[in-house]
């Protein structure tokens, strides 16, 4: 089983870009379907985006869809949340996911790895 660390969080005033990263230990990293998931104190983890094993298909929250994009490097063992045009409402803890899959799911149910964290807090 892999093990996720993600890296790249900050503060961004609103209309910037952010990228977040997700790095996985573990050799069988190209055998996992990959998502980015959010969430705020208090309220439930909710999807950002997924992708498929391959990288050939993504799915993305219709929130963020146009100014993120998920992408991976298999080589690299790396997974990525490229953030643009970042709003107030965009900030909250980022965590990466994996499943052991081909394809990528939007519900955070199908995923059994999960990475600590990082803070993306956007100012007005």
């Known amino acids: 089983q892999v093990q996720l660390l993600e890296s790249g969080g900050g503060l961004v005033q609103a209309g910037g870009s952010l990228r977040v990263s997700c790095a996985a230990s573990?050799?069988?990293?190209?055998?996992?379907?990959m998502g980015w998931f959010r969430q705020a104190p208090g309220k439930a983890r909710e999807v950002v985006a997924a992708?498929?094993?391959?990288?050939?298909?993504?799915n993305y929250a219709d929130s963020v869809k146009g100014r993120f994009t998920i992408s991976r490097d298999n080589a690299k063992n790396a997974v990525y949340l490229q953030m643009n045009s970042l709003k107030p409402e965009d900030t909250d803890v980022y965590f990466c996911?994996?499943?052991?899959?081909?394809?990528?799911?939007?519900?955070?149910?199908?995923?059994?790895?999960w990475g600590q964290g990082t803070q993306v807090t956007v100012s007005s």
């Open positions: 992708i498929s094993r391959s990288g050939g298909n993504t």
């Open positions: 996911a994996g499943v052991r899959s081909a394809a990528g799911s939007t519900w955070r149910g199908s995923y059994d790895t």
């Open positions: 573990g050799r069988t990293f190209s055998s996992y379907a």
